[in-house]
Structure formats: structure tokens, C-alpha cells
């Protein structure tokens, strides 16, 4: 046998689940501290996404327990109340790799790439020896299955080595649906930044809607730690829905294959029906681009011809995809899930507008908690998101931290050596990116990979939040100067009044106009609380005008009806200025008055809304309150006409439309350009304002 024949006798074909059996570390369970937070990750990730799924409110426990006389051997147990799994698909989830419903959707989801458990359940096999064991019920049935397997990696499919039906009952109540996995591995518990805690705590943050318990019960069988973070929200995520890839994101080998498993007969139609944004003008123009027939047929395309149509489809301008397929946290929930787990003085959260990279929907989301009991001497703290699930190691490698260290924080009031890197203060930093196909920088989903889009579109919605911390910031500053000032007053002239005029033996003057002059300004105090009788957020404005001048204001207030808040008790009436922001028209306040505004909110719960921003049009500088900026009032206005538009029925849009085009006299604006699917962005990201 020649020595090339020996060579080749030598190569055999790997299984995948053999090649992750040698190369844990890609999965997350390289160090023994990260092994038990990769298993508790995926665990998690599961219920959740099970349960949001089926619309069940998310209840997940979370044990573990430390094995006595068993150096580095935990065991976890975790409990969901989600849908089950039915007895037939046990195996194939947690026994076989690359096996899972979500990897050729194309929508938002915590897990795509049918590894995370079975890793789990490999991971123990290959430490300890031990099998895993599964217990489910499914609504449908009056009994639990249990079953004990492990994993064959040479042929990558369960090793089912027990199953037995049984009643499934907690606390003396019968389970009627969830799922239960126990599992014993080689890892090692520990608290701190980097801990199971910490890990759930941050879940929670992202996923107010669901209820998460963690016990850690040590070697010697004590409870030792004990957490509950209750859900503080009952409303579930927005159901998401699968779309079409986009011309913009699609590959050559991919493109071959659909052209390949094709059953329409022409180009044009395979076009449409396969991609999203793609109307029958842009599906025609891309054959013209590319030089091939209308009717071409897909399958019969050869290889340079479909290089001629991807590049075809890199040149033409098509309608950006729909983003039913993100569930963003949103701004309310994002600011609940914060003040819940973090003692502070100040949050401001922001969600911004969904945009496309490479054919990609993505959305982002940022919120920044400030003052408490957070040190302010170290760097702030970062809280790191891809889809709702936390991002706890390679925190320097991660496109995240590396947007959040490229602003000059110091302009917002935070320090930073050189305006760049990680600020220090007292202060959170969280951002959150919702998409489709979030890139990571590894198997291990650890850190998000860079892309220039992205970066810049998380960058503007930190510069927003830095703005809205230095507004706050600079307002606490004068409010505080103003009272201090005014403290000083009230305590030093009345007594010197009072002396003056007993030694004089005249009446005690009025000071309201000597006080007014000295203080020579207009502070506006402001309070938000919640009234326990009446199960309303109450909202009270007073407005003083210390100057020897008559002033005239229109006071404006931002409230959270996006929410599904109700403004009651407003006396003063006023108008609606723009979603989410309503005005008052005050009369002229006369020297040494003062007037008040006062509203409740309805439809909330305790603690959703905390603080009001307050804004003032006038030409004298209000104390307390920021100059409203008509130019981001604007932008406000036009974000919230696209997102009405978004929400309108297609017939609605269609007879918009038309009317538009009508009255404008619009000729070349055709039903395709100014498809439907347009509002699920906007017009004018496309460059169509004017039109």
C-alpha cells in the first residue's frame, strides 16, 4: 500500500456531535464557573421561549444543588409551567444536535441553532457519566412521561436508557403542563459579577413579564441562597411572525439552493414569492439588471447566470422587510425591569426605530440608571443583550461595550480618561439589540461581532440617553442652587423684618416682592407618585414666578400613553402636543404667583411610572424644566405619524395613499413604490420624504 493509500485509509467522517464532545470550549463550557452558567443559560433560554410561544406568563425555577463528597459536581434542576414536550420529540431535543424548529425562521428567537440543551445534556454525559433525566406534560394528556437518556456521539441520537407515565403533581396540585430537567455535571459554583445570580437577575430584567426563582442548596443539604424576582408585567412580548429573507442579505450558495428546490415557473414570480420587499417593478428590474428573461426558469439557471442575479439584487433598490418578526422589550418595561433590580435616583430608557443591515430587521434599545447606591468611583456597570438573553463574558471583544465606550460620556456628566473606554460613576448602562440573525463573535454567544450599522445606530440612541442624563443632571443642579437660595431667604429676611419693624415699632412689611426680586426667577416643582387609595399615578406641576416681571409659559409633560395610560382628573384641560407629550397654555403669572397643574394616570400599576419630564416654551428660563427643542419635538411628531401608519389596515393605507398622491398630483408614484410593506419602516429613511 503506497503511503498516499495509507494516508487516506486514516480519514474517517466525524460526527458533529463527536466534534463538540472535543471542543466544549465553542459551547461555552471551557472553564468549570462558565459551565454551570452555559447549562443554566440554555435551560432558561428554553422556557422562556417555549413559553412565550405558547402565550403562558413564564414560571421557571432554577436549583442547585452542590454533591457532597464530590469534588466540583453540581446537579440543576430546572422547572417550567411551559407547553411540555410531547413524549415522541424528548429524544430528538435533547438528544440529538442541530436538531431544533428555529433555525430557518427568520425571526427573532433566544436560540437558532439546535445546540444549546443537547450540549447541556453531552456536557454532563462527558464529566460525570451520568444521564440526564426529563420529565413533561403536555396539556393534552392526563400523564407526565419521564425518561433518563444520554447521547450517542458517534451517531448523534439519544440513548434513552428508562421512561415510565406518571402523575405529575407539586405542592399537592397536578402539573398540568411543563417541563423538568435534571442533570449532574462537572462545574463549579460561585458568586459575584460573574454568578448564576447575577445572570438571572439581568433575565429578569429583560423579561419583566416572567417569574424566576433560584435556590442553592450547598454540600451539606442547606438552603443557602434564596432569590425570587417576581414578573412586573403581565403582559407577554408581542408574538413575533417569520418572514421571507431579503434580497439584501442572501448568499450564492443559498440563492442556488432556493433556485434549486424552485417550483415557480418564472423568474419574476420566483422573486416575489421568495423574498420579502421585493414588488413586481424591482422583481423585473433585476432581471433586466442581470440580463435574463422574465420567464427564465429558476432551476434551469446555471451558475454564472446566478452570480449575474445576486449581483443584480446588491444594485436594486427594493422595499425593506417587515419587522413583525422583532419583539422589543420597550421603553416602559425596559425602565420597570431596571428600577425593580437597581437601587437609583434617575432611569431614562429609549427604543429606538427598527432598521435593516444586509437584508436584516434589528432593533435597538438602551436605558442608563443613575445616582443610589451605585459607587461612584468605579466604572459603570454594563448590562449586554442579544435577543433578551444577557451577555456575560468577552465583554471587551463585544460590539456592544465597544459602542458604549466610543461616546464621550463626559459631556453627560460621567467620567471618562480621554473621552473614551468604559465611564466611571454612579451609574447602569443597558443595551439590548433585537434581530433576526444576530452575529456573534463565537459559537459560545458570548460577544456580539462588529458591524458598522449597528454601532452607529446604538451610538444615537446613547447619545440621546446622555442628553436626557445631562438635562436631568443640570435641572437637579439649579433646582437645588435655586432652593438653597430661596432657604436662605425665607430664613434671614422675615427675621430681619421682624426686628427691624420691632424696633421701629411699625408693622412687619409684605416681602413676597423683596423676595422675588432677589431670587429673580421662575422654578417650577414637580412631583410624581403613586396614590395607594385610588390605585393612580398622580402627577403635580406648581410653577412660581420670582421675578418683578409678568411672565406667560406653555408647560408641557411627557406621560406614557404608548402604554395604554389614561390622562384623568385634568382640570386645566390643555391639548395633545404629540403622542406621549401634552401641553398647557398658562395665563400670565403676575409677580410673586404661582399656579399648579395637576393630572392622574389610569391604567397603570405601582411603580411604571416614576418620573416626569417637563418641558416649558417662554422666553425666561424655567427652573426645574427644559426648554422644549423644536427640532426634536419634530422628529418626534414624524416618528409617531410612521408608527400610526405602521398600525393602519392595508385597506386604510391603500385609500391614504391614494388620497396623497391625488391631492399632490403625484403621476410617477405607483402602488408598488409606495407598497405597504414601506410602512414597517419609514419614507423617509428611504429617501422619499419630498415625494
Known sequence: MSIAEKMASNQKQIAISEFFEKNKHFLGFDTLPRAIITAVKEAVDNSLDACEEARILPDISIEIQRVPKAKDQLILISKDNGPGIPQ??????????????????????????????????????????????????????????????????????????????????????IVEHGLMIKTQMKAKFQRGSQSIVQYLKMTSIVNPHANIRFKYINSDGELEINEFWKRATKSLPAPVKAIKPHPHGIHLGQLQRMLKDSDERKLTSFLRQNFSGVSTRAAKEVCKTASLSDSAKPKLLKTEQVNSLLEACSNVKFLPPPTNCLSPIEDLLIKKGLSKTIDSKFVTTLTRSPRVTSGNPYQIEVGLIYGGKMPADQQVQLLRFANRVPLMYQQGGCLLTQSISSVDWRQYGLEQAGGKGIPKGPATILVHLASTNVQFTSEAKEAVASNEDVMQEIRKALLELGRNLRRHMKKKKKMAKAQEKFDLINDILPAIAEKASTLLKKPIPDLAATISKIMNAVILEQKTWWDKDTKTTRINAKLFNYTSRARSYTILMNWPEKQGAKMIDNDRGGRKETVGLWAWKLETLQPGENTVIEFGLDNLEKGDWTETEVFYRGSAEVIGASKLDEKILEEMKIQNSNEILKEMEVEEIDETISNVASRAKVSNLTDEKLHKESYQTTLFDRGEKDE
Not at 89 to 112: M, P, T, W
Not at 154 to 161: H, I, L, P, S
Open 88 to 173: 415522541k420529540s424528548i429524544e430528538n431535543v435533547f438528544g440529538k444536535l442541530l436538531y431544533g424548529s428555529r433555525f430557518h425562521a427568520i425571526r427573532q428567537s433566544r436560540g437558532q441553532q439546535g445546540i444549546g440543551i443537547t450540549g447541556v445534556v453531552m456536557y454532563s454525559q462527558l464529566t460525570t457519566g451520568k444521564q440526564t433525566y426529563v420529565k413533561s406534560k403536555i396539556a393534552s394528556e392526563s400523564t407526565a412521561v419521564e425518561v433518563k437518556l444520554g447521547i450517542d456521539t458517534r451517531k448523534n441520537k439519544a440513548v434513552k436508557y428508562a421512561q415510565e407515565r406518571l402523575i405529575w403533581s407539586e405542592n399537592d396540585t
